[in-house]
């Protein structure tokens, strides 16, 4: 079992940044593909970023490349998500994610169906 807790939530204005971690236990943080995702009202969670085992790849939604970056530290069992440029339509719940059995390339794991583990999330509302 994987327990994620997210912090670093807030209200910011348009233009802005933030930065959200999440805080993983109950399993070698580095054996993880972690990934980022973000959910509104009415909407599945869509997939922002994801970052290899040993955080040396990443992969980016088109809506957040150039604007969000992901990375991880493994002796500490966090991964963040830094946001830069925030849109009003960032608005949103983020959440961490983590799977334990992922093979192959992360560019393939877009899906939330492939993520086993979530956080609670955490808020994030972007000010125009």
């Known amino acids: 079992q994987v327990h994620l807790v997210e912090s670093g939530g807030g209200l910011v204005q348009a233009g802005g940044s933030l930065r959200l971690s999440c805080a993983a236990s109950g399993r070698t943080f580095s054996s993880l593909l972690m990934a980022w995702f973000r959910q509104t009202p009415g909407k599945e969670r869509e997939f922002l970023a994801a970052?290899?085992?040993?955080?040396?790849?990443?992969s980016y939604a088109e809506s957040v490349k150039g604007r969000f970056t992901i990375s991880r530290d493994n002796a500490e069992s966090t991964v963040n998500l830094q946001m830069n440029s925030l849109k009003p339509e960032d608005t949103a719940i983020y959440y961490c994610?983590?799977?334990?059995?992922?093979?192959?390339?992360?560019?393939?794991?877009?899906?939330?169906?492939?993520?086993?583990?979530w956080g609670q999330g955490a808020q994030v509302t972007v000010s125009s």
């Open positions: 994610a983590a799977n334990a059995i992922a093979l192959g390339p992360i560019s393939a794991y877009t899906s939330q169906n492939q993520f086993t583990y």
């Open positions: 970052i290899a085992r040993s955080g040396g790849r990443t």
